[in-house]
Antibody, heavy 122, light 108 residues
């Protein structure tokens, strides 16, 4: 299993950024996917998740209306579109897959990428 | 909003048993997951569904859950187990996913 995030960088407050996560080594279309972030020196914060077929999406309250999660199962890729960025969105963003066990699948983050840093600053 | 509460730090000597707890109102009905994060690295899942251990995780790592508290136990902690440990679960509605604030484990 390999997850590789990209798209991070420096952006001004109010700006936009699109993160990508390239998945390999597993059947991407069969698993929930997550975005989790970690502000510098702080703990983990779940940001969003998306069902295997994209039919269900959930977000932490602090990003609702500003962030969008999507996936392209044909390209084995996960995305996070971030708009109206704020200083408090500064963090390393990780993508993480869910898992399947005993015939059922869970959205809980299981395999993680190494993360991409997003810095929101003027 | 839903919260999971962890002690900020735990310290043990090598070979001792470390216990890291996580409390949350929905834990009687929802699974707890535990992650280990070493400095500068991505988190690693060490326990899922309260007490199951993923392949490749040493047997000294175990998990349990009773009432509103989940516990990660490291039996015979080793220096390489020094890390931040986070619990993760959902609220009773299943709509909100949260991590605990994290516990820094020191083994010295």
């Amino acid at each position: 299993v390999q997850l590789v995030e990209s798209g991070g960088g420096l952006v001004q407050p109010g700006g936009s950024l699109r993160l990508s996560c390239a998945a390999s080594g597993f059947t991407f279309s069969s698993y929930w996917m997550n975005w989790v972030r970690q502000a510098p020196g702080k703990g983990l914060e779940w940001v969003a998740d998306i069902k295997e077929d994209g039919s269900e999406k959930n977000f932490v309250d602090s990003v609702k209306g500003r962030f969008t999660i999507s996936r392209d199962n044909a390209k084995n890729s996960l995305y996070l579109q971030m708009n109206s960025l704020r200083a408090e969105d500064t963090a390393v963003y990780f993508c993480a897959s869910g898992y399947c066990s005993g015939g059922s699948c869970s959205r809980a983050p299981t395999n993680w990428g190494q993360g991409t840093l997003v810095t929101v600053s003027s | 909003s839903y919260e999971l509460t962890q002690a900020p730090s735990v310290s043990v000597s090598p070979g001792q048993t470390a216990r890291i707890t996580c409390s949350g109102d929905a834990l009687p009905k929802k699974y707890a997951y535990w992650y280990q994060q070493k400095s500068g690295q991505a988190p690693v899942l060490v326990i899922y569904e309260d007490s199951k251990r993923p392949s490749g995780i040493p047997e000294r790592f175990s998990g349990s859950s009773s009432g509103t508290m989940a516990t990660l136990t490291i039996s015979g902690a080793q220096v390489e187990d020094e890390a931040d440990y986070y619990c993760y679960s959902t609220d009773s509605s299943g709509n909100h996913r949260v991590f605990g604030g994290g516990t820094k484990l020191t083994v010295l």
